[in-house]
């Protein structure tokens, strides 16, 4: 499986991550995916969450208005797709703390979201780094993405 992210979703990631420095933000993934399941397209973010809690290295992120934006993300016919956060001035690596929260995201059944999906942007070098993570069944799909 492969992700399209729309480029307005792109830099729109980069400007939260510049905006929030030097804390984390993060939020939620919403978009859809092809016919034969071979292709995620990210085309909306839920962000700026009001009872998300921001700190220099974590991030809680907060449910506030999440009913109303994914029935309105439904209506479209857009899904959630998983997770996302910033790395403040490191490289944008998962960390095991991201990684066992996703895994238990793929086991809730009430989320629905068997192959969730997360982003996580950084920076490297004063360049921009957005990476993306699929957990597909037992395996960790990684790619990289400069911006």
Sequence with gaps: MKIEIEPKIVFLLKKLYEDSLPQETGGILFG???E???LAYLTDIYYDIADSKK???SFIRGKKGFKQYS???WQEKKYYLGEWHT???SLPYMSMQDK??????QKQKKINCPEPI???VGEKNKKTLISTQIFLHNKIIFDEIFI
Excluded: G, V, W
């Design 87 to 89: 790395h403040p001035s």
């Design 118 to 120: 997360l982003i996580i």
């Design 32 to 34: 859809y995916y092809s």
């Design 36 to 38: 034969d399941l071979t």
């Design 100 to 105: 066992k929260q996703m895994l238990e995201i």
């Design 71 to 73: 029935k309105k993300m």
């Design 55 to 57: 700190f220099y290295r």
